[in-house]
Nanobody, 124 residues
Framework: QVQLVESGGGSAQVGGSLRLSCETS??????????MAWFRQANGKGREFVSL????????LYADSVKGRFTVSRVNGANTMYLQMNNLKAEDTAIYYC???????????????WGQGTQVTVAS
């Protein structure tokens, strides 16, 4: 069964850090040609692009709102993607989702496999 599982969410203070993980299983060779991405959804708002990475290597992309603060990475052997979030702001509060898709895209509609999400709460 193909599955994405996020972890690492929780509470942090403004200016603090959190590291999210997205562990994949059952993806087989899907990942080698895929894009993996992070999206987030704040309460009452739509799903927002955060970052993406080409699983084969490099080609990271970030939303302007997180550029310079968040870093996306992946470990091929562990089939895991990470999102290091530094200098957190209150507006980073949201449910964070990882996703897999075939296109280098910031549009959530192009991603076909999603995790269940992990809550990040940043207190001011």
């Amino acid at each position: 069964q193909v599955q994405l599982v996020e972890s690492g969410g929780g509470s942090a203070q403004v200016g603090g850090s959190l590291r999210l993980s997205c562990e994949t299983s059952g993806t087989g060779r899907i990942l080698s040609s895929s894009i993996m991405a992070w999206f987030r959804q704040a309460n009452g708002k739509g799903r927002e692009f955060v970052s993406l990475i080409r699983w084969r290597g490099g080609s990271e992309l970030y939303a302007d709102s997180v550029k310079g603060r968040f870093t996306v990475s992946r470990v091929n052997g562990a089939n895991t993607m990470y999102l290091q979030m530094n200098n957190l702001k209150a507006e980073d509060t949201a449910i964070y989702y990882c996703a897999v898709g075939p296109q280098y895209s910031t549009n959530h509609a192009t991603y076909y496999l999603w995790g269940q999400g992990t809550q990040v709460t940043v207190a001011s």
